[in-house]
């Protein structure tokens, strides 16, 4: 059983920066990929960006180049570091990790609150 728990969102001005942290309760070293989704009102949810084990990194188009996302394994943390926002980056940003490698996110964060003012 893997817990994730989101941190670091909250209102910043298009233009400004965040950090968001997904902290697992487990050893993440062996969770081949852990992903970042978001969900804003009236839109679909959508696959931000996911990284596996090995380190390779995948982004939505929308955000390449303005977000990073990034895994240390000696914090069981896994962190979005989101640059550049816009007002359609905002959303609720969930956690989540997969942990054979199989396409399923089994386990998902309660979710944390991005909101970029214009």
């Known amino acids: 059983q893997v817990q994730l728990v989101e941190s670091g969102g909250g209102l910043v001005q298009a233009g400004g920066s965040l950090r968001l942290s997904c902290a697992a309760s487990?050893?993440?070293?062996?969770?081949?990929?852990i992903g970042w989704y978001r969900q804003a009102p009236g839109k679909q949810r959508e696959l931000v960006a996911a990284?596996?084990?090995?380190?390779?990194?995948n982004y939505t188009d929308s955000v390449k180049g303005r977000f990073t996302i990034s895994r240390d394994n000696t914090k069981n943390t896994v962190y979005l570091q989101m640059n550049s926002l816009k007002p359609e980056d905002t959303a609720v940003y969930y956690c989540l990790a997969d942990p054979r490698g199989w396409g399923t996110w089994d386990y998902w964060g309660q979710g944390a609150q991005v909101t970029v003012s214009s």
């Open positions: 990284i596996t084990s090995g380190g390779s990194t």
């Open positions: 487990g050893n993440i070293f062996s969770i081949h990929t």
